[in-house]
């Protein structure tokens, strides 16, 4: 049976057969915390698919400014739109963990996909989730607080890699304010604000690239019910 509504990414939701007949078409590869694994503007030949660990996908504006644009993992494709596309990357891809994934050309998953039923279903319900997320997060961002959409991503965060500790959920949050404040779509000094309103409301701790949520209830509140 193909993957159940938990599975999360595309490699969550292959059978073991089809996740050994993609993993002999393609390279695998490590990438350690930190190493850009393609930058934007690159010759697109290939994609990603995440089988363990975190990545951020980055781009630069006109001004110079780096911006993080979505975090990936959990069986996540990555650089699928690039191929189809101008042929070219177009975003920068940065390993946030250590990033177990598999390399393969865009010609070989196209042919796997054609050959693979099921694996081709897996793939557009992957994708029409990512599109859909995507399309929440313009709907909501004219109508909510930077505040609000910072409990959301906090939220999205511990959904994907919390864990439980202690009556508490510890977030590893390898992220600088400043991306958060750009994943968010608002400021650094919203951010700083916020966690700091939240800490002295005993709603979450901090740490050294960790975040614990001890007020779950209170974070869906902030977040609104666009979240």
Known sequence: MHGNSSARGFWGLLTD????????????????????????????THLYVLVA??????SVTAD???RVLALRGNGDVVGELA?????????????IDLVHALIVGYERFSSFLDANPGAAHAYRRAM????????????????TSGAQRLAALLLELTGRHGTATGGAID????????ELASLAGTSRATV?????????????????????ITDLGALRKIAGPQA
């Not at 599109?131 to 961002?141: I, P």
Request: proline share 5%; hydrophobic share 40%.
């Open 64 to 66: 110079g400014q780096e």
């Open 192 to 212: 700083a604000r916020a966690l700091k309103n939240w800490r002295d409301r005993g709603f979450v701790r901090t740490s050294q690239k960790h975040i614990i």
């Open 17 to 44: 057969d089809e996740r050994a007949v993609l993993a002999d078409l393609s390279l695998t590869r490590d990438f350690p915390p930190g190493v850009t694994m393609c930058h934007e503007g690159d010759p697109a």
């Open 53 to 58: 660990g975190w990545v951020k996908i980055l």
């Open 171 to 178: 977030v590893a949050m390898p992220l600088s304010q400043e």
């Open 128 to 143: 029409t989730q990512r599109w859909g997320d995507a399309a929440d997060l313009l709907r909501r961002h004219p109508l």
């Open 83 to 95: 191929g189809e596309m101008a042929g070219h990357r177009t975003a920068t891809v940065q390993a």
